[in-house]
C-alpha cells in the first residue's frame, strides 16, 4: 500500500519526448553531458520502497523456513505412520494366521468329533437293540415262569406218586 501511495505522489513528467540533457543552461545548451545532481532529497521515499522490499523478503524467507519445517513436520509424521502401519499390518497378518490355523485345526476337531459321535451313536443303537432282546428275554421268560413252575411241581407230584406206586421191589435202595 505504501508502494502504491509513493508512486502516486510523484511528480509527472512534463509532457513530450524524452530527451538527453547535456551540460549548459536553458538558453545555451553547451557541448557535455549533464552534470548529475544531488538527487537525493527528490528520491527520499525510495529508502521507503527498499525497506518494505527488504521486509517482504525477511517475510518470504521467514514463510519459507515455516513451509520446509511444516514439511519435514508432515514427512516425519508419515514416516511415523507407515512404520505403524507397517507394525500393525504385521501384527494383524500374524493373527489371521494363527487363527486360520486355529479355524483348521478346530476344524479338524469337529470332523473327528462328528465321527466319534457316530460310531458311538451306533454302539448305542446296537446296545439298545439287544437290551431290547434281553428285555423280550426277560418278559418271556416272567411271563412264562408261572406256568411253567406250575407245570414242573405238577410234574414232581406225578413223578412222586408215580414211585409212590410202584413196587419197592423195583426200587433201588
Same mark, same amino acid.
Given at each position: 500500500? &505504501?508502494?502504491?501511495?509513493? $508512486?502516486? &505522489?510523484?511528480?509527472?513528467?512534463?509532457?513530450? !519526448?524524452? %530527451?538527453?540533457?547535456?551540460?549548459?543552461? %536553458?538558453?545555451?545548451?553547451?557541448?557535455?553531458?549533464?552534470?548529475?545532481? +544531488?538527487? !537525493?532529497?527528490? %528520491?527520499?521515499?525510495?529508502?521507503?520502497?527498499?525497506?518494505? $522490499?527488504?521486509?517482504?523478503?525477511? +517475510?518470504?524467507?521467514?514463510?519459507?523456513?515455516?513451509?520446509?519445517?511444516?514439511? &519435514?513436520?508432515? &514427512?516425519?509424521?508419515?514416516?511415523? @505412520?507407515? $512404520?505403524?502401519?507397517?507394525?500393525?499390518?504385521?501384527?494383524?497378518?500374524?493373527?489371521?494366521?494363527?487363527?486360520?490355523?486355529?479355524?483348521?485345526?478346530?476344524?479338524?476337531? *469337529? !470332523?473327528?468329533?462328528?465321527?466319534? *459321535?457316530? !460310531?458311538?451313536?451306533? %454302539?448305542?443303537?446296537?446296545?439298545?437293540?439287544?437290551?431290547?432282546?434281553?428285555?423280550?428275554?426277560? +418278559?418271556? $421268560?416272567?411271563?412264562? @415262569? +408261572?406256568?411253567?413252575?406250575?407245570?414242573?411241581?405238577?410234574?414232581?407230584?406225578?413223578?412222586?406218586?408215580?414211585?409212590?406206586?410202584?413196587?419197592?421191589? @423195583?426200587?433201588?435202595?
Amino acid at each position: 500500500k &505504501q508502494v502504491y501511495a509513493m $508512486i502516486q &505522489q510523484r511528480e509527472e513528467p512534463p509532457p513530450g !519526448a524524452a %530527451h538527453t540533457q547535456t551540460s549548459g543552461t %536553458h538558453t545555451d545548451p553547451g557541448n557535455g553531458p549533464a552534470a548529475f545532481k +544531488d538527487n !537525493a532529497a527528490k %528520491h527520499a521515499g525510495g529508502s521507503r520502497v527498499v525497506g518494505l $522490499i527488504q521486509e517482504v523478503i525477511a +517475510d518470504s524467507k521467514k514463510t519459507e523456513d515455516e513451509a520446509i519445517r511444516s514439511e &519435514q513436520d508432515g &514427512q516425519s509424521a508419515y514416516e511415523n @505412520f507407515m $512404520i505403524d502401519s507397517n507394525r500393525a499390518i504385521t501384527t494383524y497378518s500374524e493373527k489371521l494366521a494363527n487363527m486360520k490355523g486355529s479355524l483348521a485345526q478346530s476344524n479338524e476337531d *469337529h !470332523a473327528l468329533a462328528k465321527k466319534d *459321535h457316530k !460310531a458311538t451313536m451306533t %454302539h448305542l443303537s446296537e446296545l439298545n437293540d439287544e437290551s431290547g432282546n434281553l428285555h423280550k428275554s426277560c +418278559d418271556f $421268560i416272567k411271563d412264562t @415262569f +408261572d406256568a411253567r413252575q406250575a407245570a414242573r411241581t405238577a410234574e414232581r407230584a406225578r413223578q412222586r406218586s408215580t414211585r409212590s406206586s410202584r413196587p419197592r421191589a @423195583f426200587c433201588r435202595a
